[in-house]
């Protein structure tokens, strides 16, 4: 009978390409690293490349591949090159993280339609984008994986992140969308929706917060 040991890890991404949006910091690193040490090699798509070295010399030590490519997900052309540079140097993409987001924390009657347009085309048009520019390489390859990045706001409101909470949970439901879409491409697509995770960004949220409610 063979060992325990001797079975394959469900998580076991040795030979998959990962790509993680805004992987180099934040929740975007979490994930980064934890596909890391799962085996997986990783491109980071982000517009810091400073912040990008520092993130991949740490994926490096965890025995992986990783490149980062300077990636504006608010420009067309910087997804699509990004897509033909990550297969050039890793061979692949098998795994797409959504994750890179901004958030504006104000009233809702303070925000300008141009605060407004800033939070949709980060949060969603750039999200589906990124999906739609993987997916020929996926459908390509027989498959693949992709993660849109909800939050508790997916569910419930937040009064100084209106535009931020609307995102939100439309990407849970674009990701329903996409699920239906490729499915027959075994391309899977889901939603995750963190909880309160200490990073920069939330930190500033806590912050407003606390000044909104007391």
Not at 30 to 38: M, Q
Not at 68 to 77: E, G, L, P, Q, S
Not at 120 to 130: G, K, P, Q, R, S
Not at 143 to 156: A, E, L, N, P, V
């Amino acid at each position: 009978m063979s060992s325990m040991s001797s079975l394959p890890s469900a998580f076991d991404l040795h030979g998959k390409v990962a790509v993680v949006t805004g992987g180099n910091g934040g929740i975007g690193l979490g994930f980064a690293r934890g596909f890391a040490k799962s085996g997986a090699n990783i491109a980071i798509w982000s517009r810091n490349l400073e912040k990008s070295a520092k993130a991949v010399a740490e994926l490096e030590s965890l025995g992986v591949r990783a490149v980062a490519f300077k990636v504006d997900v608010n420009i067309r052309a910087d997804i699509d090159q990004a897509v033909i540079d990550t297969v050039a140097k890793l061979g692949s993409i098998d795994i797409l993280v959504a994750n890179a987001g901004i958030n504006i924390r104000k009233r809702p009657e303070d925000f300008s339609k141009a605060d407004w347009k800033d939070v949709l085309d980060t949060n969603l048009t750039a999200v589906f984008e990124c999906c739609q520019a993987v997916y020929p390489e996926m459908k390509k390859r027989g498959g693949g994986k992709i993660i849109t990045i909800g939050s508790m706001t997916s569910i419930f409101g937040f009064g100084i992140t209106s535009a931020y909470a609307a995102t939100k949970g439309a990407v849970v439901q674009l990701a329903k969308s996409l699920a239906v879409a490729w499915g027959a491409d075994n391309i899977q697509v889901n939603a995750v929706l963190p909880g309160w995770v200490k990073t920069e960004m939330t930190t500033q949220s806590r912050c407003h917060w606390y000044r909104y409610t007391n």
